[in-house]
């Protein structure tokens, strides 16, 4: 329920967003001169509510083809990030036996079974339903771990989709993108008006006050953009819960019937974690140990306070007491 509760507030937030755009615009555009030749902004709510209801349809179906084009293609978009392909049986029956082994245990529908050609140690769950449902793994894990290790890797991936925790949390990153995109969009269209807007050679003082302005508009809506999309990141952090994690781990023990087999891979794969081509955070999410290396600069301590995984630590202390 607080997760649905969740995805509800991001189309809100957006739409909030809108008017406050316009808001701010109408504000800092409409203006009067006092006795002194002061500038005196005004800021009439009829004349902001009437934009905004009229641009409150074409958000909605922007938005909504946005989101139905990015929720179909998103298994595409994150094969083409990561660079996976399918695994059939035939290349390595090993892992593929794995796979079907634990569904018929627990009696779910074999998700897709690709591979990343890539040295260092992940895996991952995707999909938002039955025919696209997929778990990645990497040819470094492959490699690394032994078949108990391998079994609860997959276990543990096997129980986010049954929990449905990978539609959840794309469907929260598609969210992200758009806000994202949005904020970009808006800055370049207001730098793109300040320069360009009337196509005119001469500029007197009202217009050089004028352009002035604008700079200060932009950098409101540019600083309120960023805000909002770092508040979306937070939500979208939030939304695949440590406690989800946690889960995943007690169901993908529970499911391979050996929780020290997990524990031992989660200690193997904290040591490389990650793809080497991919520095993507929204793909990061996904991964069963997040690589702390995307995380490192001036937002890395913030960054961990919202993260979506638990301490590795922690998580192999909880599995080692069983």
């Known amino acids: 329920m607080k997760s649905a509760l969740l995805l509800l507030m991001f189309p809100l937030i957006i739409l909030a967003t809108v008017w406050v755009f316009i808001a701010l615009v109408s504000y800092f555009s409409t203006y009067t001169y006092d006795a002194y030749g002061n500038m005196v902004n005004h800021f009439m709510p009829e004349v902001v509510n009437g934009y905004f209801v009229t641009t409150i349809p074409w958000v909605i179906i922007g938005v909504g083809v946005w989101f ?52 260092q140690l992940n895996a991952f769950a995707s999909g938002i339903n039955k025919q696209t449902y997929t778990v990645t793994v990497t040819t470094g894990l492959m490699k690394l771990l032994n078949d108990d290790e391998l ?6 991936e096997l129980t986010h989709i049954r929990n449905r925790d990978t539609r959840l ?19 370049r269209m207001m730098y ?12 007197d003082d009202n217009e050089g ?57 989660l200690r193997k794969i904290s040591g490389d974690p990650g793809l080497g081509h991919v520095d993507r955070e929204d793909i990061a999410q996904l991964y069963i140990i ?33």
């Open 290 to 322: 997040h690589p702390q290396a995307l995380s490192q600069g001036v937002m890395s301590f913030v960054n961990s306070l919202f993260s979506t995984h638990p301490s590795t630590e922690e998580r192999i202390r909880i599995l080692e007491q069983f």
């Open 169 to 187: 949390l794309i469907t929260s990153i598609i969210f992200v993108g758009i806000v994202s995109a949005l904020m970009s969009m808006t800055v």
């Open 68 to 119: 139905l084009i990015a929720y179909f293609a998103n298994t595409a978009m994150i094969q083409h990030a990561t660079g996976a392909r399918p695994l059939s049986r035939k290349e390595n029956p090993r892992v593929y036996n794995i796979v079907e082994n634990l569904c018929m245990s627990c009696g779910m529908d074999m998700p897709k079974v690709n591979v990343i050609d890539d040295p």
């Open 192 to 203: 793109h008006m300040m320069w360009f807007g009337d196509g005119s050679s001469r500029r």
């Open 209 to 265: 006050k004028g352009n002035g302005l604008s700079m200060m508009v932009i950098m409101l809506i540019g600083l309120l953009c960023s805000a909002v999309a770092y508040f979306f990141t937070l939500l979208t952090r939030f939304a695949i819960s440590r406690k989800r994690e946690y889960m995943a781990d007690a169901g993908g023990a529970e499911l391979c019937g050996n929780p020290r087999a997990l524990a031992s891979a």
């Open 151 to 156: 079994a609860g890797v997959i276990a543990h």
